[in-house]
T-cell receptor, first 112, second 114 residues
Framework: GENVEQHPSTLSVQEGDSAVIKCTYS??????FPWYKQELGKRPQLIID?????GEKKDQRIAVTLNKTAKHFSLHITETQPEDSAVYFC???????????FGKGTRLSVIA | DAGVIQSPRHEVTEMGQEVTLRCKPI?????LFWYRQTMMRGLELLIY????????DSGMPEDRFSAKMPNASFSTLKIQPSEPRDSAVYFC????????????FGPGTRLLVL
């Protein structure tokens, strides 16, 4: 089955700097890759996703890139703000019928 | 529209007691997932249902755990008997299978077994 590895497990950046979180997956058939943000004591919430027919997707300060050949995808946050501090999870799945497989999470701390 | 609803939000119980967690998925969603989250193990998928039918329960830790989905609007996760190591946050999530993969999580139930 699918296995998702996520790095780093913790990340500290200065406010205004960029943050990058990387994930690799094992099943080349996976074609859906969402990212979730979980603030302390809250539920995971989808922030951005990408499908395998797209190499990059942006939404304001957040972008995700996908390299299908290498089977890895990354989350990029630019101009980080203190409210970006949270745990971020990547996930992968075959489209539609199989559950998401999550990485272990990255705890991002943005230092003001 | 209401999101995924879970109850109770917090549960404190003593070892050996039965615990029942409840979930109401988003109306119209036909896939439902139960996850357990701990610091040590992260987000673990326990079981998921498609169209009220359990598809994969390989993540259920042991026979003390059981889950049901009697209809499209309701699911339960039961632990009997509960043990201290079951203490965790339990999330329910739902999505519309086949038309999109966006999976929405409920607020979670924080369970503490003493």
């Amino acid at each position: 089955g699918e296995n998702v590895e996520q790095h780093p497990s913790t990340l500290s950046v200065q406010e205004g700097d960029s943050a990058v979180i990387k994930c690799t997956y094992s099943d080349s058939a996976s074609n859906y890759f969402p990212w979730y943000k979980q603030e302390l004591g809250k539920r995971p919430q989808l922030i951005i996703d990408i499908r395998s027919n797209v190499g990059e997707k942006k939404d304001q300060r957040i972008a995700v890139t996908l390299n299908k050949t290498a089977k890895h995808f990354s989350l990029h946050i630019t101009e980080t703000q203190p409210e970006d501090s949270a745990v971020y999870f990547c996930a992968a799945s075959l489209s539609g019928n199989t559950p998401l497989v999550f990485g272990k999470g990255t705890r991002l701390s943005v230092i003001a | 529209d209401a999101g995924v609803i879970q109850s109770p939000r917090h549960e404190v119980t003593e070892m050996g007691q039965e615990v029942t967690l409840r979930c109401k998925p988003i109306s119209g969603h036909n896939s439902l997932f139960w996850y357990r989250q701990t610091m040590m193990r992260g987000l673990e998928l326990l079981i998921y249902f498609n169209n009220n039918v359990p598809i994969d329960d390989s993540g259920m830790p042991e026979d003390r755990f059981s889950a049901k989905m009697p209809n499209a609007s309701f699911s339960t996760l039961k632990i009997q008997p509960s043990e201290p190591r079951d203490s965790a946050v339990y999330f329910c999530a739902s999505r519309l299978q086949g038309f999109g993969e966006t999976q929405y999580f409920g607020p979670g139930t924080r369970l503490l077994v003493l």
